[in-house]
Structures are given as structure tokens and as C-alpha cells.
């Protein structure tokens, strides 16, 4: 009888246990946060901004649908996307080149590096068909957004994946940064900042 318990209980853990995995990697949630700031322009006041990030390419629905549906549900004026798009243990770039075409559609789209693009090794083709798309990437670079005295600037830098140590890492993100930095002239200008490991980055 105690067997029959012991076992009806393992059961149980196996089943719950796969039904909130299944929960984690399919239901799609949204954390909306408010940012202020002087600095920020006029122009830019009640600016939405969709953040995208670790997909590996994993799909929601037939041809990225349910987020697609997200995405628009939004009505974003920019999305931005900080790395690991795909897979490097699963690659399957159409699943996630399927999302890409619909959500350029939707608003501007910036992209940067994260681990697994790096450990793809597929990365330089990838970004190529990323640009063919539309999408603005940046690797260590900075575009500007809005007009004049009204712009902001949208940096983004390369996960630091090549290096080991924690310590190397942080001085190759200070580097990055520092690198995508110099293309701006103007001291006090608002900045975003997209990293895949945004822990790792010092402004």
C-alpha cells in the first residue's frame, strides 16, 4: 500500500513538474515598466518600447502568430531584441527569421548579440539575413533616433562570450561600450543601452 502511495506521489511531482515547464516555455507574459528620466526628450514622452530577448527559437504558434499578436497588441514605436534569437544546440534560423519579418513590420527593430548567437557559429551569415530584413543591428555601435535637439541615442554592444574569466568579461563590456560611445558628441543626451548580460555592463 505504501508503494502505491509513494509511487501515486511521483506521479503526481512528474506531472506537475512538466505541466510548469511547459507553462514557462510557452506562455507568453508581459512586465510593463514606466522609465523616467529629465533627460529624455518631449518627443519621446509616452514612447513604447517592446523588449524582446532569449527566444531560441522557439516558435508560438504557427508562423510566430501568438507573439506576433503580442507585438501589435502593443503598438510598440520601437522593439528591441538583446540576443540568443536562436539556438546553438537546436539551430533552426527560419523559425526564428519567421518572427523577424512580421515584427519589422511593426515598428524599427535593433538587435545585438548573445551567447548562443556567438556559439552558433553562424552568427556572420545570420546578421546578414538580419540586415536584409530591415533590422538595425549593433555591434559596438550607436544609432540616433529622433530629430535634432529631440534625439536619442540607442547603443548596443556584443556578449562578451569569448572570454572566460568574470573579470575579462567586465573589462571587454567597459571596452564596448567605450568603442560605441565615441560616435557621440553630445554629453548630456539620453541613451539606451541593449546588452545581453546587462549585469555585466558599467555606464
Known sequence: MKRKKVLFFIIIICICTWVFLHFENNFITITKITVKSPKL????DGCKIVHLSDLHSKEFGKGQKN?????????PDLIVFTGDLIDSRHFDAE??????????KIAPTYFVTGNHE???????????????????????TCDRIGKDKDGIY?????????????????KVVENEIKQALKEIKENDVFKILLAHRPDASII
Open 95 to 104: 523559425v526564428s527569421l519567421e518572427l523577424i519579418r512580421q515584427i519589422v
Open 41 to 44: 526628450p518631449d518627443a519621446f
Open 67 to 75: 507573439l506576433v499578436k503580442k507585438i501589435e497588441d502593443a503598438q
Open 154 to 170: 540607442i547603443t548596443g554592444i556584443d556578449d562578451p562570450v569569448s572570454t572566460q574569466a568574470i573579470y575579462e568579461e567586465t
Open 118 to 140: 556567438r556559439w552558433s557559429g553562424n552568427f556572420d551569415a545570420l546578421e546578414k539575413v538580419l540586415k536584409e530584413n530591415g533590422i538595425h543591428v549593433l555591434r559596438n
